[in-house]
């Protein structure tokens, strides 16, 4: 994949460095957008990786920053939409304002980066690939995931299907990625005792590491991963199978 380009959203996060390890170590150039200005600085040690800040709940600093990908680059290999939180509050005392920040970076966000990036994917060589991180929240009613958090997944994964139904024949791959507990930054989001619980739960007995997630993100972006479109990959080491 020696110089075919990749977006990743979140790309300062436990998550998006992973994945940019990873697309960087497969051989790709990759973009960066996150809010976070000093850890894009941080990963653009790398020639190979260029950051673009960008308030992904702005649809018109989404705009911006694929105008900036269109003229320096052209065209756009694959995108993972990675970028999002977990904001906590108890239903149903949910501020407006929270609720609002989860769908709009969770969801609405990444809608706006698929938008923008098949664009610049259609008419491209071999199967382009869109990725989206979910999680493993939207299925397992028994964590401890909000339902404002687990409904902006929920929404990504049918957005997931339907453009991987309506791009199939233009060669645009579009899946999901469900992961369960994996040891970031986020794992802040909640006190001690819920995350070692939550970790308690993990049937190898430990969190996930974000590079263990970033090598699924690569395979399916490789060409190994042309032939699967429409799926939401479920990793949490068998944890809820019945
Ligand atoms: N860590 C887990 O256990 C876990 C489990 C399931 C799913 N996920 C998902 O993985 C993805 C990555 O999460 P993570 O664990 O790496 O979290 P993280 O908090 O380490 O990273 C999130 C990144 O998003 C960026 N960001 C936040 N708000 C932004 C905004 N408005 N505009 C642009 N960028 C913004 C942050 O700066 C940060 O770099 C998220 O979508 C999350 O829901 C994580």
């Known amino acids: 994949m020696m110089g075919k380009v990749a977006v990743v959203t979140g ?27 000093t850890g894009l600085e941080e990963l653009a040690i790398d020639p190979a ?4 800040e960008t ?22 290999h694959a995108l993972v939409n990675n970028a999002g939180t977990c904001l906590m509050s108890e ?73 991987a139904r309506r791009y199939a024949t233009q060669k645009i791959a579009v899946n999901s990625i469900a992961p369960a507990m994996t040891e970031t930054p986020l ?3 909640v006190s001690e005792e819920v995350l070692a619980n939550a970790i308690a739960q993990m049937p190898h007995g430990r969190a996930m590491q974000p590079s263990e997630i970033a090598d699924w993100v690569g395979f399916l972006i490789s060409p190994t991963g042309d032939i699967s479109s429409g799926n939401v990959i479920i990793l949490n080491q068998g944890r809820d199978v019945r």
């Open 11 to 37: 790309a300062a996060g436990g998550m998006g460095r992973a994945i940019v390890a990873r697309l960087l170590a497969d051989g790709m150039n990759v973009v960066g957008l996150d809010i976070d200005r």
């Open 49 to 52: 990786f260029t950051g673009i």
């Open 55 to 76: 308030d992904l709940t702005s649809s018109a600093a989404i705009g911006a920053a694929f105008e900036q990908i269109a003229s320096e680059h052209g065209q756009v």
């Open 91 to 163: 239903f149903p005392d949910i501020p407006e304002d929270e609720f609002e920040l989860q769908m709009g970076l969770n969801f609405t966000g990444a809608f706006r980066c698929c938008q923008a990036a098949i664009k610049l994917m259609e008419g491209g060589e071999g199967v382009r690939k869109i990725v989206n991180i979910s999680s493993n929240g939207a299925y397992n009613f028994d964590a401890f995931d909000p339902p404002h958090y687990r409904a902006s997944k929920a929404a990504l994964d049918t957005l997931t299907k339907d453009l």
């Open 187 to 189: 794992f802040g989001v």
